[in-house]
């Protein structure tokens, strides 16, 4: 098993900045990529980035590219999500997620799963 546990959330006010921490124990080496998700009130979950452990590829959603910026500390296990330009449609409470495989998009196919921490972009 793999537990997750996120850190870092918070509210803002937008044009403000974030940084999220998800840092991960027990059987990591049966994962290579972690991913972080969002869910909104009301809507469907959904993928915000993803990064692979080892080569450090990675992939953001068309809404946040240019303002998100995922980094790693293998060492530590942990990895950050730099949240930057915030707009009130980023409020959703995120949460991270990892698996065996490529970075995938689609939620169902994460196993592990941290709590969630809640994001706030209000004026």
């Known amino acids: 098993q793999v537990q997750l546990a996120e850190s870092g959330g918070g509210s803002v006010q937008p044009g403000g900045s974030l940084r999220l921490s998800c840092a991960a124990s027990?059987?990591?080496?049966?994962?290579?990529?972690m991913s972080w998700f969002r869910q909104a009130s009301g809507k469907e979950r959904e993928f915000v980035a993803g990064?692979?452990?080892?080569?450090?590829?990675?992939r953001y959603a068309d809404s946040v590219k240019g303002r998100f910026t995922l980094s790693k500390d293998n060492a530590k296990n942990t990895v950050n999500l730099q949240m930057n330009s915030l707009k009130p449609e980023d409020t959703a409470v995120y949460y991270c997620?990892?698996?065996?495989?490529?970075?995938?998009?689609?939620?169902?196919?994460?196993?592990?799963w941290g709590q969630g921490t809640q994001v706030t972009v209000s004026s």
């Open positions: 027990g059987r990591t080496s049966s994962t290579n990529v």
């Open positions: 997620a990892t698996r065996n495989g490529a970075i995938s998009t689609f939620y169902p196919a994460y196993p592990f």
């Open positions: 990064i692979s452990w080892s080569g450090g590829s990675t």
